[in-house]
């Protein structure tokens, strides 16, 4: 254990750390609880083993591999010494590291629980430790535990939105069970918030799922909303689509909108003061009976499984400032011809929704 010319003492790694050598965490996710060395880049090592060319020092410096005692870290940096990379250990690891009184990064408050559960999101460049515990303090609202919020929310939970509320007041029918995956048939009469907060505390009971046994209203929306960083709406009525884009342009509330009809679906995310809102593209709910609902024009049973989970996915990378957000465009997808189609949407200049102010 000793005397190795590739290994590094914990000291002499900290000092290299602030002047530029890349000091990488091999250890797994699963092994953070304790915190991280100060400075470091995690990079677990069954990654590294998938895809070594990630491992690149900075030009003119060296690696330092660390891990809980150094063993991993040292086999580590003799395989990458071999093929060439300027690569070494830190002798003892984080044990050492700890022992030494060094600088320490926390866990994020993240848990055993949810080092083991987030597991594959720790591990994502862009997420983490700190991108899991954002999702953990998010608050989602989904209007709608039907063919929509079935799949969002159950994605949402999947991925440990701390807390989402429900808002539905219907009540399961066996007609739903072809699209709104989060009811069962024993769920038949029981109410939609109701069943699907079981399902999804069954799938993760970590959360806060609130569930509200109401209709989305004039009366209850704003204080809904100025309780939550973002609505998923899944409603299937204009009504109450043009009520989420209103109460979300006066409370300053992202919103991801999805609809389906027969075979075909679209999909946005809606941000107050940034782009278009929905009244830019319909100004007005059109006339009772114009517009058939689901129960008279029928849907395709899975569209509403892709476009949920289009909506869920806009919601995440939202809420984690990831990627290009579907702001300002909207994907029409065909399930019968298998072609998604976008089209840009632009604010209306006479919008008198959105330009108010
Ligand atoms: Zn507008």
Redesign the pocket.
């Given at each position: 254990m000793s005397g190795d010319p590739l290994e590094i003492d914990v000291e002499s790694a900290w000092a290299l750390s602030q002047e530029g050598d890349r000091l990488v965490d091999i250890r797994e996710p699963s092994e953070w609880l304790a915190g991280r060395p100060a400075r470091s880049q995690s990079l677990p090592a069954s990654r590294l083993a998938e895809d070594p060319a990630i491992l690149a020092p900075p030009p003119g410096r060296a690696l330092l591999l660390i891990c809980a005692s150094g063993v991993r870290s040292l086999a580590w940096a003799r395989s990458l010494h071999a093929a060439g990379l300027p690569a070494r250990s830190v002798r003892g690891g984080f044990s050492a590291w700890t022992r030494a009184g060094l600088p320490v990064a926390d866990g994020h408050g993240l848990d055993a629980d949810a080092m083991d559960r987030y597991d594959r999101h720790l591990r994502l460049p862009g997420i983490g430790a700190a991108g899991q515990a954002r999702l953990l303090a998010s608050r989602v609202l989904l209007v709608g535990a039907g063919g929509l919020g079935s799949p969002a929310a159950f994605y949402l939970a999947a991925a440990g939105v701390g807390t989402l509320t429900l808002v539905d007041d219907d009540r399961v029918e066996r007609s739903n069970l072809q699209r709104q995956i989060l009811h069962t048939d024993a769920g038949v009469g029981a109410t939609k918030v109701d069943s699907a907060r079981e399902r999804l505390l069954a799938l993760n009971p970590t959360l806060t799922i609130q569930a509200i046994p109401e209709r989305l209203a004039p009366g209850n929306a704003r204080p809904l909303f100025e309780r939550h960083d973002l609505v998923i709406d899944g409603a299937d009525n204009f009504a109450t689509r043009h009520l989420v884009?209103d109460t979300a342009?006066a409370t300053g509330t992202p919103w991801a909108y999805g609809a389906v009809q027969r075979f075909q679906g679209q999909v946005s995310l809606f941000v107050p003061g940034a782009g278009?809102?929905?009244?830019?593209l319909f100004p007005e709910p059109p006339p009772a009976g114009a517009a058939p609902a689901c129960a008279e024009a029928g849907v395709f049973g899975v569209l509403p499984g892709l476009i949920g989970i289009l909506q869920a996915t806009e919601a995440i990378k939202w809420l984690l400032g990831l990627g290009e957000s579907l702001a300002g465009r909207l994907l029409v997808y065909d399930a019968l011809a298998m072609r998604v189609r976008e089209l840009r949407l632009d604010?209306?200049p006479a919008?008198?929704?959105?330009?108010g102010g």
């Open positions: 884009n342009l278009p809102c929905y009244r830019c604010r209306d919008c008198p929704a959105c330009t």
